[in-house]
C-alpha cells in the first residue's frame, strides 16, 4: 500500500509538471506557495492542480465501480463500461444536451445519475431473466448489447444536431481538460458517499465470492449487498462520467492489477484501487499531452489503447484472475 501510495504522488506530480508548457519540481512547489511568475503561477494553481484533482477523484471513483461489479457478478470482465453503464450515463446526457438545452455540469450529474441507474438495473434484471440466477456471462453480453444499442443512440442524436455535437465532443471522448472545481466540488460529496458504501459492503462481498448460498449461510444478507454494490455503483460510475465522460477500460484494469498485487480480499483490492486507479488515469492524461504537441488527446483515448490488450489478455488467460 505504501508502494502504491508512493506511485501515485509520483503520478500527481508528472501531472502538474509535465505539458506543453514543462515545469521543473522547483517550480511547480514555487507556484503552489504563491511564488514563481505569473504565467507559472496561473499554469499550475489554475489549470494543472484542478485538472489533477479531477483526474484523482474521477480514476478512484471508476477504479472502484469496476472492482465492486467485479466481485458481486464474479465476471473478470465487469466493467462500467463493458455493463453498458457509461453508455447509459452518456446518453441521459445526450438526451438534456439535445432536447432540454441543458450545458452546465449540474445537470449533467444527475442525468449521468439517472442513465447510470437504469442501465445498472436494466442489465441485472436482463441477465436474470429466464432459469436460474444472474449468469457473469449474461450479465456482460447484457451490458454489451444495451450499451450498444445506447452508444447508437447517442451518436445519432449527436449528429442530428450540431450544436449538441460540439459542446459533447471532447466530454464524449473522456476528457480532464478544462474541468476545474466548479465541476468538482457538486460531485465529490456523491462520490465520498459511493466509497463509504464500498468499504461498507466489502467483508459481505469476500462472502459473496463463494457463492449466495454460501454467503447466506454466513449471515450476509444478499438482497442488502445487492442494492448496497448499484447504489455504490451508481453513485461512483455517474459522478465520473459526469466529471470527465465515458472513459472506459479503468474499471476493468485496475482491479486486476491490484488482486495480482495484494492478493483476493476485498477490503485490500478497493483500498488499493482507490491508488492506483488515479494513478492510471493521472498517467494516461500526461500521456495524451505528450503524444500529439502542441494538441492533446483525450485521457478516454489513451485508456482504451491501453485497455484493449489488457481486455484481449484476460479473456485468453483463462486463470488471469480467480473471483
Known amino acids: 500500500m505504501l508502494g502504491l501510495a508512493v506511485v501515485l504522488g509520483g503520478a500527481v506530480v508528472l501531472s502538474l509538471a509535465v505539458g506543453s508548457n514543462p515545469l521543473s519540481p522547483a517550480e511547480v512547489l514555487a507556484a503552489l506557495g504563491g511564488g514563481g511568475t505569473d504565467e507559472t503561477r496561473y499554469v499550475v494553481r489554475e489549470l494543472r492542480v484542478p485538472r489533477t484533482a479531477v483526474a484523482v477523484v474521477a480514476g478512484a471513483a471508476l477504479g472502484v465501480a469496476g472492482a465492486l461489479m467485479q466481485a458481486f457478478t464474479r465476471n473478470p470482465l465487469a466493467d462500467p463500461g463493458i455493463l453498458g453503464v457509461n453508455a447509459g450515463a452518456a446518453f441521459c446526457v445526450a438526451l438534456g444536451v439535445t432536447f432540454l438545452g441543458i450545458r452546465s455540469i449540474t445537470g449533467y450529474v444527475w442525468l449521468a445519475f439517472a442513465g447510470a441507474l437504469v442501465v445498472t438495473a436494466a442489465v441485472y434484471l436482463i441477465g436474470s431473466t429466464g432459469r436460474g440466477r444472474a449468469d457473469p456471462v449474461r450479465l456482460?453480453?447484457?451490458?454489451?448489447?444495451?450499451?450498444?444499442v445506447l452508444s447508437g443512440i447517442t451518436t445519432g442524436l449527436s449528429l442530428s444536431n450540431p450544436t449538441a455535437f460540439d459542446k459533447m465532443r471532447s466530454w464524449n471522448a473522456g476528457t480532464v481538460l478544462g474541468r476545474g472545481f466548479d465541476v468538482l466540488v457538486p460531485v465529490l460529496p456523491l462520490v465520498a458517499l459511493?466509497?463509504?458504501?464500498?468499504?461498507?459492503?466489502a467483508r459481505d462481498l469476500n462472502a459473496v465470492a463463494l457463492g449466495e448460498d454460501v454467503a447466506r449461510s454466513q449471515g450476509v444478507d444478499v438482497v442488502r449487498t445487492r442494492w448496497l454494490v448499484v447504489a455504490a455503483v451508481t453513485l461512483l460510475a455517474g459522478s465520473a462520467t459526469a466529471l470527465a465522460g465515458p472513459i472506459a477500460f479503468v474499471g476493468l484494469m485496475v482491479p486486476h492489477v491490484v488482486r495480482w498485487t495484494l492478493g483476493p480480499d476485498q477490503r485490500r483490492i478497493l483500498a488499493g484501487t482507490v491508488l492506483v486507479a488515479p494513478a492510471l488515469l493521472?498517467?494516461?492524461d500526461v500521456v495524451g499531452r505528450?503524444?500529439?504537441l502542441p494538441g492533446e488527446m483525450p485521457v478516454g483515448v489513451v485508456t482504451a489503447f491501453v485497455g484493449?490488450?489488457?481486455?484481449?489478455?484476460?479473456?485468453?488467460?483463462?486463470?488471469a484472475s480467480a473471483l
Open 194 to 201: 459511493g466509497l463509504a458504501l464500498a468499504l461498507l459492503v
Open 308 to 319: 484493449a490488450p489488457v481486455l484481449i489478455v484476460l479473456v485468453r488467460r483463462r486463470g
Open 290 to 292: 505528450l503524444l500529439v
Open 282 to 284: 493521472l498517467a494516461a
Open 140 to 148: 456482460t453480453l447484457a451490458g454489451v448489447a444495451l450499451g450498444a
